[in-house]
């Protein structure tokens, strides 16, 4: 009894297989590698704005801004995203000082666009880079 039980799991495990490479991913994840010397604070929303304003109201109080991060210096970080909304509306990834995140005002850092760099990111662009961003 024992051997035909093991005998089913295997079948089993084989008939499940592994997963199509090549199937569409929901859910992946963006890496951001910080090589800088300094922390980031990372925002990401989807690219709904084809211009390059920063929204006005604050991104830790706007519902447009997804979700944010810091990102200490030397080390990188992982985020879950949906690939299906990335495929959909594509991705803006702005990284920014920490310091200028926790000393200056979101009024002052859009007037002056206090962005280190900004990303626009299609699901195609992120396939290229493999899925991941660095800032030196």
């Known amino acids: 009894m024992k051997n035909t039980t093991y005998?089913?799991?295997?079948?089993?495990?084989?008939?499940?297989?592994?997963?199509?490479?090549d199937k569409f991913d929901p859910?992946?994840?963006?890496?951001?590698?910080?090589?800088?010397?300094?922390?980031?604070?990372?925002?990401?929303?989807?690219?709904?704005?084809?211009?390059?304003?920063?929204?006005?109201?604050?991104?830790?109080?706007?519902?447009?801004?997804?979700?944010?991060?810091?990102?200490?210096?030397?080390?990188?970080?992982s985020i879950p995203v949906e690939s299906e909304t990335i495929s959909e509306y594509g991705l803006m990834l702005y990284l920014f000082s920490r310091d200028t995140i926790e000393q200056v005002s979101w009024e002052r850092i859009v007037d002056e666009y206090l962005v280190l760099r900004r990303y626009d990111l299609t699901l195609e662009d992120l396939e290229a880079m493999d899925w991941t961003v660095e800032y030196k």
């Open 7 to 21: 005998l089913f799991l295997a079948v089993l495990l084989i008939c499940a297989g592994c997963p199509d490479q």
């Open 27 to 77: 859910d992946r994840e963006i890496r951001i590698v910080n090589s800088s010397a300094i922390d980031l604070v990372e925002l990401r929303t989807v690219l709904l704005q084809n211009d390059t304003l920063l929204p006005i109201s604050s991104p830790f109080t706007d519902q447009n801004f997804i979700e944010s991060a810091t990102i200490v210096s030397g080390l990188k970080i």
